[in-house]
Each structure stands twice: as C-alpha cells, then as structure tokens.
C-alpha cells in the first residue's frame, strides 16, 4: 500500500523522474503476493523464495531510503514532501520485512545445520 500511494504522491510532483521506483515495487510486491495466494513456490521449486523476497526488502529499503532523501532535500513542493515522508515509511515497513526474513532464514538454516550434525552423529 506504501509503495501505491509514495506512486501516486511522485506522479503529483514534480519529482516524478522517481516515480520508476516505487511502481516498480508496488508491481513486484503485487507478484509476491500473487505467488503466495497461488502456492507458486510449492509448484517452482527451483527458485529460492525467501531469498528473492529478501533481497527485494534490502533493494527496495535502500532505493526508498535513497530517493527519499533527494525528494525531500531538493524538491519544494508538497507533493513530494508527501512522496517522501512516504517513502521513509516504507523504508521503515521494507527494513522490518528484511529483519523478520532474516530471522526466518536464519531459523531454517541452524535447523538444517543441526540435522546435519544429527545425522552425522548417527551415522558414526
């Protein structure tokens, strides 16, 4: 909902030469989601899910974060104040994502490691 609305506040301003970005995730975010509801990631198991969704979180906080800034410090009018301030939020919102991620892979890959390490034990 971030990504629509940072979207509609750079097609407003006259900082629309931005507006790349955001659409940009708005569309990949939609796909995710899209992917999630149809169970794609059950059906393609060749792509690393939780990777491709992490690395989206850490590009997308950082192109937010990014163009933010430069919307806020160069451009005066409100529309972009709003894009702005807007894409803070979804810097902020993405970051969380990339955390709550990285926990979760992190989990995935200590259970792995340590069934790896049961079953070389039994194995001796």
Known sequence: GLSF???V???ASSASAFLAAPLLEFLLALYFLFADAMQLNDKW???CWPMMDFLRCITAALIYFAISITAV???SDGASKAAGVFGFFATIVFAIDFYLI???VAKFLKQ???ADENA???AE
């Open 5 to 7: 609305i940072t979207f």
């Open 9 to 11: 506040c750079y097609v």
């Open 45 to 47: 198991q060749g792509l």
């Open 73 to 75: 410090a160069k451009y």
């Open 102 to 104: 990285f926990n979760d």
């Open 112 to 114: 792995g490691d340590s």
């Open 120 to 122: 070389a034990d039994k």
